[in-house]
């Protein structure tokens, strides 16, 4: 709720400080909210979607279309089961707790397609490749088991900008994006998920 | 500029909220929750073959891998009386050790101290912008700030059970343990948690009946 409001006041104050411009040139910081589901393997892990992340990118346009940068963010997943009796390959049994916890710092090249520049409407679709800080941690009970990693990571995104004001640098940037991290380690194979922003774009100086 | 500073601003201030909430797994635990129950049992033993048991009547002590004698606490005596009633549960018979049992159990307490050493001498060098040596009044002077060391320690107990075979100890020349259980974690001594704690030990070894 917290991160809400201030995001509206930051997107109320961009309001007031947008111009109407041309993306050529322009250098933007995208900085938003992101919520996040596993899928894939990552789901057997941690199967609750994580309303904790944040993202962030910096991007140049090339053109009034093609625009190129620098990704990152944070999100963090967790869950908690029920305590269970698990069967272990040395013919033990044990009843615990298990909590899994992942949090994710994404640190990606990125390049972004602009459909229409100029329209109120702007959809646009990019990717980034680059490699992710992953630490990951499984409990039983209190007794943990961590492993920290930088993986491979790409992110196949599309998305919509809204400008405040036609053609404007200053916006309002919905994306939706699918992370694709390759991590074997305790059975698990990926850390997959889809993710969903809501983010304000600013130039990073009044145009 | 005004607006790579409000970029800047509310970069900052996003991630800062953001990693700040994140869920420290620990910090989402009860007492209860933090508990793990361990049982293991030789494969080749059939307990139905069994009928009698005994059990010690105090608890064996081991801290930092050597023996540290036995005890026989209000916690000890409730714990041994619950293994007791969840064997006789389980349709064994409690009988005294004189009286041939086929099973022996016993209850074993295991502390572990680790230690380490954590150097504070990093933070002495901050004084003089807290303090400047002029408040004391020795304009110009500086601070000397020996390297002192704190030592922590950490303690983990565990409570064991284990189950020995006594009716083919002749023919084996050997009490070979057939059933082990271990229970560790946060609050394992709260006596109102005996029963509970025993009973899990016993759901999750159901092979551990008469017939």
Redesign the interface.
Known sequence: MKTIKIFLVFAICAFFISSAKAQSGVTKVEVGYSASFPTSSFKDFIGDASYRGVDLRIMHGINDKLSVGFGTGFQDFYQKYPRQVYKLSDGSDISAVVSNSVQTVPLLARVQYNFVPGNRVQPFVGAGVGGNMVLYRQYLGEFGDSKNKFAFQAQPTAGIYFPFREAGSTGLTLSGYYNIIPFRYNGSTNLNSFGVSLGISLPTRSY | ????M??????V???T???G??????N??TDD?????????D?TASFTSFHTFSIADSVAIVNNNQAGGKDQSPYDAAFISAVKAAMIKQGYTLVDKHNNPDLALAVTVISNDYSGIISYNDYGGYYGDYWDPYYWGYPGYSYYYPSYYGVYSVNETALAVDMFNLKDASSSSQLKNIWTALI???GIFNSSKVDEQVQ?LF???AYLKTN
């Open positions: 500029m005004k607006t790579g409000l970029s800047l601003i509310a970069s201030t996003l991630l909220i953001v990693t909430c994140s869920k420290d797994p620990l989402h635990l929750e933090s508990r793990i129950y361990i049982t293991n049992h494969s560790r974690g946060t899990t759901d999750q070894s």
